[in-house]
């Protein structure tokens, strides 16, 4: 049994509504720290008063992180009415950021359920008001003894001003959920855009109604999609539908499906709104070898698998972990033991798994692990500190604890650790207390990289030993790096020169390129240099800035950084976001996000610039005004340039000269721009948004076609692909019919060649070129030509003697014709070959063998594209027909060959190739020509516990050769794994 791997990643959510219509208050209860009305609070409360108005609070410091607020049962009880309700609560933001509360509530079909909103604090001192809609509030008392609360889940203390409740006389009872079956609601290009709805009826009484879906563009607000339908449910009863986006309707970008199911004559208005996204993605063999993510599978419910099939898909190469020393070593009883963390294994695994680097950040202190080393506790007494996390070791029998839980870090996954990072930003108070100070700070950090890296080396002599990781390569850094490289001999320990940095703004940008260029001129130029934290700074943000202008941020700060070829690694920081607030830095929504890990845009510019950028080598950057910027790239294994264009604010318009074959303009998500050349150039408006232009200097594909003797070649080069990738190859007759598929890698010329001979003669055959690299399926048609417009021939007998000549047409001088006479019997009577002329004319005179009515004469030179025959008789000489050599009926038969009756083809669905459909193809050949072909998709194929499978059940005959191919899907022929060939 030859297995195939493929990977299938089901995800699926429900949710309840957010009410497109005002709500209108039929009842309104009040809380607050003076008085009440209708809703009494409970859970250790705390009053104070602050910036003049009375709060109450949860004392977080004292364990209590919950308030829960009941409502008079003869208000509501139960909501048999299923009335929608409004919970609107004022706070105060105390201009701290960082801080948030969870709102929980008693739903009709969860006690404690969680709104995907969350309330939240920022810079800016005011006071806020974070308003939940509920279509399925239950509120009968389930929520310890409760109907809704507000949580504090990091501890930190919010103040309260006031709570109100709104009871409206609209109602629903109707409960929506839905499922992409995609992870995060990410589709990739090549993925049906398919959304399965379920309408859930919570009365007691058949409901019936209208839905209506509008699927909407969140940068822009265009409505991509729309449709409406009658929708009837049954009592206590749940129907499905499923709404298909066509593909052409969508862009690379951010969207949501609103959906409304509404009846005015029963009151019911039930909405929700689904996220989804539409990302560009990269090859395996195409991603971004520079760019990686800080991913922090180690603080816990992150889903590793799905996120490591996210991102392999977007093109990221590099992952960078925290290993907390004191959760891999343990103290009992004065024993120090070493445990595997289970997530960092998972996620460890992973990475190699997808031929990702995995970079391990070694954390901090381990305070049980010091405090039992003599030497250790007595010099912290006598400098007056403390062992806690951030206690840098200060004796070498502190520095041998450090070391040996790295070097046993190393053991547990030898071979799949790329890199160390000694500590983490030594150059922080708050990272490393009472040791960040200069010179003493760095000369206890410097002699304990040191010491890790001599253990490292002598042990595992591939794994790179990275340091100072220096926060942040600005001015306030300079003393500590200075200072740092000052150390005696320090250069010959460590292998990667890391640092962070967050600050970015759009003015500030030229600034930070130069004091990072100016500090990184210090690093011996044999070091790599990786910045392993980037990302935007708070600073840079206000109410007016949302989530696109991160994006723009980022791809801008990267791509500037690339440009001038300053690191050979970047860690985007962080996978996915911690709460609501647009400045907290994440790729993904997480864990307040009604449906877990969605796109943020940032994410899906990151993967247009791994798209673009993957390969390339940075030429530099231009500042063509004072407001505009172009940063210049080149990959020179595909004959590419890339030019990046934005501007520090407004718009400016820039003409871009073309140089190459063809220019291609893409937007911040990689959509084409539609921008024609006139006179030689373009002329694009550049915004703060980045602006693609890509030049081929070759032609995206060469393809050329040609047929010889009977056999169809094909070549050719990929310039957009790379070496050793998988070309699907489908040829087609003039009928469709397909009489030829194979698969073929390219050389490192990115070129590549096949032939075969087609089963049926044709007049046309279509070529399809399937690759992972071509944003569509290319086509080529190769016209046969006809006979008389290659080839004249004339024959004459006199007495025994024949007389054949003619003229190749296309024929050079002094080439040669190769001539064989049969008789009317089939028996070979003469054969010779003779040179053409001046103008590709021939003769010749022979005497066959034996006497016959009728001969055949096959005529073959290199010009012509087929053997050809010439058929005449004694009696109609002089009327010649022309016709290719076409195959004889003869059936192959292959009784010795019983293995494919066996064969038994299998799709292991192990999430690691493949989150979509996918088709297997069996085709059989003989002599080279395609014979037949089953084609098998998914939903075809046994599943047996998420492994798929196919049986060969009916020998296959006429054919000497199967092969076994694995595609995404049979009509865009893109492969997933090389073809498997039995014979």
């Given at each position: 049994m030859k297995k195939f791997v493929s990977s299938l990643l089901i995800f699926s959510f429900v949710v309840l509504l957010t009410p497109i219509c005002p709500i209108y208050a039929a009842n309104t209860l009040n809380y607050n720290a003076n008085a009440s009305s209708g809703i009494t609070a409970s859970g250790n409360i705390s009053t104070a008063t602050v910036d003049g108005q009375s709060v109450f609070y949860a004392d977080t410091t004292t364990g209590n992180k919950t308030i829960y607020f009941d409502i008079d049962d003869g208000v509501i009880n139960g909501n048999a009415e299923y009335k929608n309700a409004t919970v609107k609560i004022e706070y105060i933001d105390s201009g701290e950021s960082g801080k948030y509360f969870a709102f929980e509530y008693d739903s009709i079909s969860n006690s404690q359920k969680r709104h995907e909103l969350y309330g939240e604090t920022t810079s800016e001192k005011k006071t806020r008001t974070a308003v939940f809609e509920i279509e399925d509030a239950y509120f009968g008392n389930r929520l310890k003894n409760a109907d809704f609360s507000v949580v504090m889940p990091k501890m930190e203390i919010v103040y309260f001003v006031n709570v109100t409740v709104e009871i409206s006389d609209k109602t629903s009872g109707v409960e929506i959920g839905g499922s992409t079956g995609k992870f995060g609601n990410i589709f990739f290009k090549e993925d049906e855009k398919s959304i399965d709805i379920i309408f859930t009826n919570h009365r007691e009484?058949?409901?019936?109604?209208?839905?209506?879906?509008?699927?909407?563009?969140?940068?822009?607000?265009?409505?991509?999609?729309?449709?409406?339908?009658?929708?009837?449910?049954?009592k206590s009863n749940s129907v499905s539908d499923t709404v298909i986006i066509p593909s052409a309707n969508l862009k690379f970008g951010t969207y949501v499906l609103e959906v409304n199911f509404s009846n005015s004559e029963q009151n019911i208005s039930a909405n929700t709104n689904l996220?989804?996204?539409?990302?560009?993605?990269?090859?395996?063999?195409?991603?971004?070898?520079?760019?990686g993510v800080g991913a922090h599978f180690n603080w816990g419910g992150r889903n590793i698998s799905g996120s490591m099939t996210l991102l392999d898909k977007a093109g990221f190469s590099n992952i960078r972990e925290g290993y907390s020393w004191p959760s891999f070593e343990t103290v009992a009883n004065g024993e120090r033991n070493y445990s595997e963390i289970?997530?960092?294994?998972e996620f460890i695994n992973s990475?190699?798994?997808?031929?990702m680097t995995t970079l391990i950040m070694a954390g901090y202190s381990n305070a049980d692990v010091l405090k039992t080393i003599p030497a250790e506790v007595a010099a912290a007494a006598e400098n007056g500190e403390e062992i806690k996390l951030h206690y840098l070791p200060v004796t070498a029998?502190?520095?041998?604890?450090?070391?040996?839980?790295?070097?046993?870090?190393?053991?547990?996954?030898?071979g799949k650790i790329d890199t160390v990072e000694v500590w983490n930003e030594p150059n922080l108070k708050q990272y490393c207390s009472n040791a960040y100070t200069v010179p003493t700070g760095v000369q206890r950090y410097a002699a304990l990289l040191k010491d890790v890296y001599i253990a490292v080396k002598a042990k595992y002599p591939n794994?790179?030993?990275?340091?100072?990781?220096?926060?942040?390569?600005?001015?306030?850094?300079?003393?500590?790096?200075?200072?740092?490289?000052?150390?005696?001999d320090i250069n010959n320990y460590y292998d990667v020169f890391s640092f962070h940095n967050y600050s970015y703004s759009d003015s500030y940008l030229d600034e930070i390129i130069i004091n990072i260029r100016a500090d990184l001129a210090l690093i011996p130029e044999e070091k790599e240099v990786y910045i392993t934290e980037f990302g935007v700074g708070n600073t840079a943000y206000s109410e007016t800035k949302d989530e696109q202008y991160q994006a723009a941020g980022l791809a801008k700060y990267y791509l500037s950084m690339a440009a001038e070829?300053?690191?050979?690694?970047?860690?985007?920081?962080?996978?996915?976001?911690?709460?609501t607030r647009l400045e907290s830095y994440g790729m993904l929504n997480y864990h307040n996000a009604k449906y877990p890990y969605t796109a943020r845009p940032v994410f899906l510019s990151m993967a247009n610039v791994n798209s673009l950028t993957a390969g390339s080598e940075g030429k530099g950057s231009t500042n063509l005004s004072t407001k505009l910027r172009k940063l210049s790239f080149e990959n020179a294994a595909k004959h590419t340039a890339t030019d990046v264009y934005f501007t520090v604010s407004g718009t400016e318009n820039v003409s871009v000269e073309k140089t190459g074959k063809l220019t291609e303009f893409y937007d911040m998500y990689g959509n084409v721009l539609d921008i024609a050349e006139v006179d030689g150039a373009f002329s694009i408006n550049a915004t703060t948004e980045p602006i693609y232009a890509v030049t081929y200097y070759n032609d995206k594909l060469d393809v050329s076609v040609s047929k010889k003797f009977g056999e169809l070649v094909v070549s050719g080069n990929v310039y957009t692909s790379h070496k050793g990738e998988v070309l699907t190859i489908k040829v087609f007759d003039d009928q469709n019919k397909l009489v030829y598929i194979n698969q073929t890698t390219l050389d490192e010329n990115l070129s590549f060649k096949f032939s075969f001979v087609p089963l049926n003669e044709s007049t046309k055959y279509t070529v399809k070129l399937g690759n992972v690299s071509f944003d569509e399926i290319h086509t080529t048609e190769y016209i046969v030509q006809n006979i008389a417009d290659k080839i004249t021939v004339s024959a004459a007998k006199s007495f025994d003697e024949i007389t054949l000549s003619g003229k190749i047409k296309d024929a050079a001088n002094d080439e040669t014709v190769t001539l064989k006479v049969f008789n009317n019997n089939g028996v070979l009577v003469y054969v010779n070959q003779i040179k053409t002329g001046a103008n590709g004319d021939f003769s010749i005179n022979f005497v066959p063998l034996k006497q016959s009515d009728a001969y055949v004469v096959y005529i073959a030179n290199k010009t012509l594209g087929d053997v050809y025959s010439v058929d005449f008789d004694e009696e109609s000489i002089s009327e010649l027909k022309l016709k290719p050599l076409v195959n004889g009926t003869r059936v192959y038969s292959i009784d010795e060959y019983n293995s494919a009756s066996s064969v038994c083809v299998a799709v292991d669905n192990d999430k690691k190739l493949y989150d979509g459909e996918f088709t297997v193809a069996i085709a059989s050949y003989k002599n080279g020509s395609l014979v037949g072909i089953e084609m098998v998709e998914k939903g075809d194929m046994l599943d047996d516990n998420n492994i798929y499978y196919h049986n060969v059940n009916e020998k296959i005959s006429n054919a000497d050769t199967v092969k076994i191919f694995l595609f995404n899907s049979f009509s865009n022929i893109k492969p997933l794994t090389y073809s498997v060939e039995l014979k």
């Open positions: 009484i058949p409901i019936s109604g209208t839905v209506t879906y509008t699927a909407k563009n969140e940068a822009d607000g265009t409505i991509a999609y729309t449709s409406q339908k009658p929708l009837q449910i049954g996220p989804f996204s539409v990302c560009k993605s990269t090859t395996a063999n195409s991603k971004n070898e520079k760019i289970d997530v960092c294994r990475s190699y798994d997808k031929n029998d502190g520095r041998k604890a450090y070391v040996d839980y790295v070097i046993k870090l190393l053991d547990i996954y030898n794994v790179k030993v990275a340091g100072p990781i220096i926060s942040s390569l600005m001015p306030y850094a300079d003393a500590y790096l200075k200072e740092f490289l000052a150390q005696p070829n300053f690191c050979d690694r970047y860690y985007v920081y962080q996978l996915s976001k911690e709460n």
